[in-house]
């Protein structure tokens, strides 16, 4: 019997090829990716370089929605340690994470804006520096005490927004934050690349509560809610000044969003259990605010019956997807703008325990966390958990 020819390897893929094929695996599963660099070092290599990055992000420009978070309240005595902000991820490779103690403001691109208020039995009077904070990674940065002669006395509301700093591949963010003092509205920004809080800017006799409520940023603006309030707050990042916006409706719940359009919008839910939807227009020579209802969605139509015992509540919005969160007394439900698909991301309010902390969110505001994720070039031929992925803006 003639003995069988040797076995020849295939010849390796072209690598432009393998690089086309890698470039179309779903952001919104980034194991797949650590999987791919497990195959050769060839492809590890590849996939870690900065050409591929760039490219992927162009390719599938919005960073994916990896997870939300959330703050919850804890089941323990000590004041100081009743709130956690946790991270919930949706998609399987990613850890939970939390950290006690700390509270949630806002995602942008991987990075997320926590705060710590003071604890008066201690006798701090002042916010704790903020901290931006990598749930997938652990990684943080804490951020400089805010000026101390705008800490005293403690603002009544504040809120706080991370911006990235021109492109994201150079690391470099912003924090735009607002606060209630004795004299006024006062607005701060921080900027990472020169690791210092600006000088105070000041609109005058102005007390109005902000609200918690996840700031929208639409071109070279951001904007903050009133809580119970008829205003909008725009912060100018070019000039820095402060201006107020009248709403078209009074809400005490609602979501700032931006559209597809690129405009301001807001969402709430009204007590007939429907989804309206606004966008605002700046026309004439006058700058004139003229807001336009564009949308009315019945939630009849869209959730289980036994989900509307209570009326439900938009609990927030994925930038950059036309994605809303509403809440109910059982779960969180994404519901995509453009398809009305929707779908379940999260059990829901007050309905369950995780240890001694207590899982009910009832009114708080859920953050999506959006960012675009690929493996450690040194930890990826080790593990494919938390170790071998690396966040990116």
């Known amino acids: 019997m003639a003995p069988s020819p040797p076995t020849r390897r295939p010849p390796d893929l072209m690598e432009e090829l393998v690089e086309e094929v890698l470039l179309r695996f779903p952001p919104d599963d980034p194991a797949s990716l650590v999987r791919a660099a497990l195959v050769s070092r060839r492809w590890c290599c590849l996939i870690s370089g900065r050409g591929f990055r760039r490219r992927f992000r162009e390719l599938h420009r919005a960073a994916p929605m990896l997870g939300f978070i959330c703050n919850v309240l804890m089941n323990v005595r000590d004041v100081d340690r009743r709130h956690k902000a946790r991270f919930v991820p949706t998609s399987s490779c990613l850890p939970h994470a939390g950290r006690p103690r700390w509270r949630a403001l806002d995602a942008r691109h991987g990075r997320v804006l926590l705060c710590r ?9 002042c916010l704790h520096p ?5 749930p997938v990674t652990g990684e943080e940065l804490q951020l400089p005490s805010l000026p101390m002669e705008r800490c005293h006395p403690f603002p009544v509301g504040f809120n706080a927004e991370v911006l990235c700093a021109g492109g994201h591949l150079d690391g470099h963010f912003l924090v735009v934050f607002v606060g209630m003092y004795k004299d006024g509205m006062v607005a701060y920004e921080y ?5 210092v809080w600006s000088e105070p800017t000041i609109l005058q006799h102005l007390y109005e509560y902000v609200d918690l409520v996840p700031a929208a940023v639409v071109g070279n603006a951001v904007y903050f809610s009133f809580e119970f309030g008829t205003r909008i707050l725009k912060y100018d990042l070019g000039t820095r000044e402060m201006s107020l916006i009248d709403m078209p409706c009074a809400s005490f719940q609602r979501i700032l969003m931006t559209t597809d359009e690129g405009r301001l919008g807001f969402t709430m839910v009204d007590y007939d259990c429907k989804l309206y939807l606004w966008s605002m227009e700046v026309v004439g020579a006058r700058d004139d605010v003229v807001w336009t ?10 959730l289980p019956a036994d ?12 930038n950059g997807h036309g994605a809303i969160f509403v809440g109910t007394n059982d ?16 059990r829901g309010l007050a309905c369950m325990k995780d240890g001694d902390v207590d899982m009910g969110y009832g009114g708080e505001y859920v953050i999506p966390y959006t960012s675009f994720l690929f493996p450690a070039l040194g930890a990826v031929s080790i593990a494919t958990g938390r170790s071998a992925g690396a966040s990116s803006a």
């Open 307 to 318: 989900e509307l015992l209570s009326l439900p509540c938009v609990v927030g919005y994925v």
């Open 117 to 125: 208020c003071a604890d008066f039995s201690r006798g701090e009077d």
């Open 130 to 134: 903020f901290v931006v904070w990598d």
């Open 331 to 346: 779960g969180f439900y994404t519901i995509d703008l453009k398809s009305n698909l929707v779908k379940k991301v999260g």
């Open 191 to 195: 900027s990472s690349e020169a690791d």
């Open 293 to 302: 209802q564009d949308r009315v969605i019945e939630l009849r139509d869209l």
